[in-house]
């Protein structure tokens, strides 16, 4: 299982969760998903924006984990906030900031919110999980039924 070292007892101070942080996102109130997915997208998309962002060279070579906080707005569209990378491809190499913002579309939620999203790059394929945080459970997974 993956495991995500953190310092989330600063969370309800501070709005980047990771310590990579990325300037341009409206930040003036979001809520974080705490025990249901809010902001909604088809698996295989959230999959596959983050895949085609990568070149050829580094899909074949990507191992570890990558953890990102994207804001998505009342129009469904998507910024990156901060990002968390334990792989072994730096993350200037990743372009992941400005494909993500123009390329990462979800269904229009009812708030805007800040997903967390866990992803593992393994030899063959890509698996990722979407993480909640609240007061009660602390930091869990979300369930993606």
Known sequence: MLQICLC????????????????????????LESDTITARIQDSH??????????SKTREKIRGTLSLQIIVDLDGNSCLMSLKNDTNIKT????????????LKWENPYEKVAA????????????????????????HELSLN
């Open 92 to 103: 200037k190499n990743l372009n992941l900031k400005q494909y993500i913002d123009k390329e």
């Open 46 to 55: 959230l999959i596959d924006v983050i895949v085609n962002s990568l070149d």
């Open 116 to 139: 967390i999203v866990v992803y593992r790059f393994e030899k063959k394929e890509v698996k990722f999980k979407r993480i909640g945080m609240n007061a009660k459970r602390g930091v």
């Open 8 to 31: 989330w007892t600063i969370i309800g101070y501070a709005q980047n969760i990771f310590p990579e942080k990325f300037d341009g996102c409206i930040t003036d109130s979001f809520a």
